[in-house]
């Protein structure tokens, strides 16, 4: 669902209340609720009617008020003692005028850092506009060619447009310098957003900050605020240790508890786990919320990560989470800490683009206990081609180049091609489960987490829940089916795991598919058909991935097929030869690949001979 915030800047009550009134009327119309800043020292004077208006409109929430300092300096310029002075004396002076609190903080300019934020959170602010919105793009309609600051709706097009139209849309005005014709441009520019398929809300809402009204607190809810609490005024420490700690991490650990929380019962996990393992943990806020489930749970959280791992140590010992919490700074895939088949759950939610699926596996199989359950979180193809459109949107061409290059190269793998990204990061979940079925796991539910985005309809991010079962084993597939699930461990790049589980297993030697895919993986096959040297001599380069010599290979080859000729178009992009890329993907005809594949191609062409432009409209058409 697509999402805007309407942020009204620089509310002064002495300004009068006519144009507040006027905008107020115009928001009332399309539904759109004010998300409004108000300076401290403008607030002089309030009067009864004033305090009343303000009062039904918060009431109704068609108005939430933000504190946007006292004298509107940059705040970043001035001491601590005096940004806690510029913003408490703000909340007060609000509190006289209007009778209502601000219930977060935007740093005048927009200039803001974690310093200035901390200071603000410390003085009740539930938000800073500037750090808690990490995805928000925040644009004005206010056209400042010719500099007159008044809304236009032509301008304001251009500029949504130029950002993709993003899920989540912060729209900056200033409406106490408009005209008469920035209200009606306004109104315009409201009405087009609605059509976008737009809707309005406010900051409180997004971030729950007024909901814990109507909704329960839980005893996660009170953990995750004393939590984020804390690591929210030690955030600028930990910055210095890894960037972007706090907008990163902090912001995913305090916008995706609530939800994981109220997703976990939905899912076949096991809520009353005693053992339960989080691999590559970040915060935690997959396994914290099993010790409301059952507050004699053990948790080990598994991160590589220093800084993580000490942040989460440290507020266990400090009592901060009370429970039996393990923090292990290791590789889940090695350790030994774990007990052998005595685990119940096993949560892994956006790492496995980090592990070697396979080795993720074995670990899994030796420490599952029959029936326990493994939670997956993982990225999904729109992922990649998500980001592409999000780094053009940011005009980062060098980021959409290796998005878009990241995707392609695992449709080569699909291929057989698997030397082209050894660790495949998105993985259907067909693919995923005939990796896992070799350890002994079985699929037993899938989910689609509510709160990642989706383009076009196809989600960002898939769950997946599988149950390990003592008696699935590579002996119960029925020989029939050995060949066609060989070839699926095979298309998602575990061609090695394929040689290793079926090394003895000549019973597949005579379907030519299988060995075209093994042939590509420059696995040194044994049985090699003498039609299946050229594949396997591309197999080998590319496994040794020499990809100049790839795509020389393809080049000279004169072959038509639509495997060998996007294998040769994507070396050469890996190499930056983009006008190989394009001779090769000129060859290609569109049927013979899944459209998004094809455009995303083409586009990685563009982006090969730097028209960022181009590449936009293909892959928007
Ligand atoms: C994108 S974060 C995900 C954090 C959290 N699970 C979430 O959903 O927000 C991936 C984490 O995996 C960790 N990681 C990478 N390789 C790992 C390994 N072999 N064992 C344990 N953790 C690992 C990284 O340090 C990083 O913190």
Not at 233 to 251: E, H, P
Not at 298 to 314: K, M
Not at 477 to 506: I, N, Q, T, V
Request: aromatic letters at 8%.
């Amino acid at each position: 669902m697509k999402q805007v915030i309407l942020k009204v800047d620089d509310f002064r009550l002495n300004d009068g209340l006519t144009k507040f009134e006027k905008l107020v009327a115009i928001c009332e119309r399309h539904s759109v609720p004010i998300s409004m800043g108000v300076i401290g020292a403008g607030l002089k004077g309030g009067r009864f009617r004033s305090q009343q208006l303000f009062a039904q409109l918060i009431q109704a929430d068609k108005l939430e008020l933000w504190n946007h300092s006292f004298n509107h300096r940059d705040m970043t310029e001035l001491d601590d003692a005096t940004v806690a002075w510029e913003v408490a004396a703000t909340t007060t002076a609000c509190e006289q005028a209007l009778a209502a609190r601000p219930i977060g903080f935007g740093a005048p300019f927009n200039r803001c850092d974690d310093r200035v934020a901390r200071i603000a959170h410390e003085q009740g602010m539930g938000f800073t506009f500037e750090v808690s919105l990490p995805r928000a793009v925040v644009l004005t309609p206010e056209y400042n060619v010719p500099f007159d600051g008044q809304p236009n709706l032509i301008e304001f097009q251009r500029r949504v447009e130029r950002k993709q139209r993003p899920d989540l849309l912060v729209v900056q005005i200033h409406p106490g310098r408009w005209l008469t014709r920035g209200f009606d441009e306004i109104d315009a520019c409201l009405t087009w957003l609605r059509d976008q398929g737009y809707s309005a809300t406010t900051v409180g809402s997004l971030l729950n900050l007024q909901s814990g009204a109507t909704k329960a607190v839980t005893a996660h809810d009170m953990l995750v605020a004393k939590l984020h609490d804390r690591w929210l005024s030690s955030a600028s420490v930990l910055d210095s240790k890894l960037r972007n700690f706090s907008s990163y991490f902090l912001s995913r650990f305090r916008a995706n508890s609530r939800p994981i929380r109220e997703l976990l019962p939905s899912i076949d996990a096991d809520l009353g786990a005693r053992n339960v393992v989080d691999v590559g943990c970040g915060l935690g806020q997959w396994g914290l919320p099993f010790f409301e489930f059952n507050k004699d749970a053990t948790v080990w959280a598994f991160d590589t990560n220093t800084v993580l791992c000490s942040t989460l140590a440290e507020a266990r010992a400090e009592r901060l989470i009370p429970y039996d919490l393990r923090v292990e700074q290791a590789d889940f895939t090695t350790s030994t800490k774990l007990p052998a088949k005595g685990v119940d759950v096993v949560v892994c939610a956006n790492a496995l683009n980090y592990i070697p699926l396979a080795a993720f596996a074995r670990q899994a199989q030796h420490i599952a206990r029959d029936g326990a359950k493994l939670v997956f979180v993982n990225q999904t193809s729109a992922f990649n081609h998500q980001g592409v459109l999000d780094a053009l949107g940011s005009s980062n061409l060098s980021m959409a180049k290796e998005r878009a290059l990241a995707e392609l190269r695992q449709q080569v793998v699909r291929y057989g091609f698997a030397g082209f990204t050894p660790n495949r990061t998105t993985l259907t979940d067909a693919e995923l489960e005939a990796v896992l079925f070799a350890f002994g796991f079985q699929l037993s539910d899938d989910f689609t987490p509510p709160w990642e985005r989706s383009l076009a309809g196809s989600p960002t991010f898939s769950g997946t829940v599988f149950t390990r079962r003592a008696w699935l084993t590579l002996a119960s597939l029925p020989d029939s089916a050995r060949p066609e699930y060989r070839k699926l461990l095979c298309r998602a790049g575990h061609s090695a795991l394929d040689d290793e589980l079926f090394a003895a297993s000549g019973m597949d030697s005579d379907d030519l598919t299988l060995w075209r895919l093994k042939a590509r993986s420059g696995s040194p096959a044994p049985m090699l058909v003498p039609e299946l040297e050229r594949e396997h001599e591309l197999g080998r380069l590319s496994d040794a991935r020499d990809f100049a010599a790839v795509a020389r290979f393809v080049m000279s080859s004169d072959s038509d097929s639509p495997e060998w000729l996007l294998a040769g178009a994507v070396a050469a992009l890996a190499g930056e030869d983009g006008a190989t890329a394009r001779q090769l993907a000129s060859r290609i005809a569109p049927a013979e690949l899944a459209p998004k594949t094809h455009r995303l191609l083409q586009a990685a062409c563009y982006l090969a001979e730097s028209d960022a432009r181009a590449a936009s409209a293909l892959l928007q058409s």
